[in-house]
């Protein structure tokens, strides 16, 4: 059963950039279509990017323009780089599959901006 990892999340101020890693442990990811959700208190986990095995890419409005998602197969991991942060992006964030079926949730981890 495939393991997931997230890590890189931290305080930033407002217009701030953090990159989030996600690895992947117990069985390979690269045929899988990854995303990077986040869950906001009192909110639903809602998916903020997705990446196709061959490195197509999609976002939520929201964070159009602003966070790039990437992989690297080789490494069995996944990426999410986020610029221009702002306090509305606070949330944890989650790797996870989104095709064909999820994996396990790992514990995410958390992104904090404020001044």
């Known amino acids: 059963q495939v393991q997931l990892v997230e890590s890189g999340g931290g305080l930033v101020q407002p217009g701030g950039s953090l990159r989030l890693s996600c690895a992947a442990s117990?069985?390979?990811?690269?045929?899988?279509?990854m995303g990077w959700y986040r869950q906001a208190p009192g909110n639903e986990r809602e998916l903020v990017a997705r990446?196709?095995?061959?490195?197509?890419?999609y976002y939520a409005d929201s964070v159009k323009g602003r966070f790039t998602i990437s992989r690297d197969n080789a490494k069995n991991a996944v990426y999410l780089q986020m610029n221009s942060l702002k306090p509305e992006d606070t949330a944890v964030y989650y790797c996870?599959?989104?095709?064909?079926?999820?994996?396990?949730w790992g514990q995410g981890t958390q992104v904090t901006v404020s001044s």
């Open positions: 996870n599959a989104v095709w064909p079926t999820p994996f396990a």
């Open positions: 117990g069985g390979s990811i690269s045929v899988n279509i």
């Open positions: 990446i196709f095995s061959g490195g197509s890419t």
